[in-house]
Nanobody
C-alpha cells in the first residue's frame, strides 16, 4: 500500500483559501485512485473530491463544486486540494485516501490507504 501524508491545513477566515497537499511514498500515484474526504465533529466522513489517474475521471461533492479543485504533480508524487471561497461549514479534518483501481468511488470503504488528516478551520 501507499503511505500518505497530508499538510496545509490551518485557520482561515470565511472567503479565504487554503491548499492541502497529499504526498505519497512507497508507490507512485499513477496507478491509484486518489480522493479527499473530510470529517466534521459528530458527523460521518464524507467524500470531497477525487480522480482516477488511469481512468481519467474527476468528481466533486456538490457542496464544493466551483470552489475546490483537485490536481496532481507527477514529479512530486503529490496530490493537491485547492480550496477557495471557504465557508464555516467546510471546517473539518481533511483526509487523503488512495486505492488501486480505475473506478473513482466516493465511499470510505473503497480506500485502503489513508493519511493522518489535517485540520481545516474556517471562522465566520
Amino acid at each position: 500500500q501507499v503511505q500518505l501524508v497530508e499538510s496545509g491545513g490551518g485557520l482561515v477566515q470565511a472567503g479565504g483559501s487554503l491548499r492541502l497537499s497529499c504526498a505519497a511514498s512507497g508507490r507512485t500515484f499513477s496507478t491509484y485512485v486518489v480522493a479527499w474526504f473530510r470529517q466534521a465533529p459528530g458527523k460521518e466522513r464524507e467524500f470531497v473530491a477525487g480522480f482516477s489517474w488511469s481512468g481519467g475521471t474527476t468528481d466533486y461533492a456538490d457542496s464544493v463544486k466551483g470552489r475546490f479543485t483537485i490536481s496532481r504533480d507527477n514529479a512530486k508524487n503529490t496530490v493537491y486540494l485547492q480550496m477557495n471561497s471557504l465557508k464555516p461549514e467546510d471546517t473539518a479534518v481533511y483526509f487523503c485516501a488512495a486505492d488501486r483501481g480505475l473506478l473513482l468511488r466516493t465511499v470510505v470503504a473503497a480506500y485502503g490507504s489513508w493519511g493522518q488528516g489535517t485540520q481545516v478551520t474556517v471562522s465566520s
